[in-house]
């Protein structure tokens, strides 16, 4: 079965804080690696992806860094804020299908 | 981007009994997606809906139990059929703009509590 592993769990960062999310992936078929997140009461938003011909890209505040010889990518969150305390999925895309990881709840402490 | 509505957004359902989730979306798309994601949970795929043809089930998931209608371009349903409190859980509809990349928006979601 294909499976996105997803660490870690939860996370408490202090405001200004860089909190790192890193996932890995088992399909080398995968071309599509986006990070959602999540507020309570509210469906995934995206909000960066990736292709795995690229190792990086920035957008913001935020960056995924992407090792295709490892099958592993990241989120970094940098200045980190309260306002970015949610949950995040990493996911893997194939055939306009998304496999998620299990999911990082985050928390930003002033 | 697309805006997607569902409806409802939560109920609480007597066991053995069927709720049928709509969801709408403001533009046309061909495939639409359910998941389901329970509670602390990461979301898994029940099934992908293309208009005009039968919904492709996930391993795990059938027909008689989630049956899907894709009856336009814009909109599906998904029916949680004779529920037991195991089917707890948000339902999401998503959809996805192919192409280059699989950028899926989704709904809100629908909480579903089955007593």
């Known amino acids: 079965q294909q499976q996105v592993k997803q660490s870690p769990q939860s996370l408490i960062v202090q405001k200004g804080g860089i909190p790192i999310i890193n996932c890995a992936y088992e399909n080398t078929a995968f071309d599509y690696f986006p990070w959602y997140q999540q507020f309570p009461g509210k469906g995934p938003a995206l909000l960066i992806a990736i292709r795995p011909d690229v190792s990086e890209k920035k957008e913001g505040r935020f960056t995924i860094s992407f090792n295709k010889s490892a099958k592993q990518f990241s989120l970094h969150i940098m200045d980190s804020q309260p306002g970015d305390s949610a949950t995040y999925f990493c996911?893997?895309?194939?055939?306009?299908?998304?496999?998620f990881g299990t999911g990082t709840r985050l928390t930003i402490i002033p | 981007s697309a805006v997607i509505s569902q409806k409802p957004s939560r109920d609480i359902c007597q066991r053995g009994t069927s709720l049928t989730i709509q969801c709408q979306v403001d533009s046309q798309v061909t495939m639409m997606f359910w998941y389901r994601q329970q509670p602390g949970q990461s979301l898994t795929l029940i099934a992908t809906?293309?208009?005009?043809?039968?919904?492709?089930?996930e391993s795990g998931f059938v027909i008689d139990k989630f049956p899907i209608s894709r009856p336009n371009l814009t909109f599906s349903t998904l029916t949680v059929s004779n529920m037991s409190p195991e089917d707890s859980s948000i339902y999401l509809c998503?959809?996805?703009?192919?192409?280059?990349?699989?950028?899926?928006?989704f709904g809100q979601g629908t909480r579903l509590t089955v007593v």
């Open positions: 996911a893997a895309g194939l055939n306009e299908k998304l496999t």
């Open positions: 809906a293309n208009q005009g043809s039968e919904a492709t089930y």
């Open positions: 998503s959809v996805a703009f192919g192409g280059v990349g699989v950028e899926a928006f």
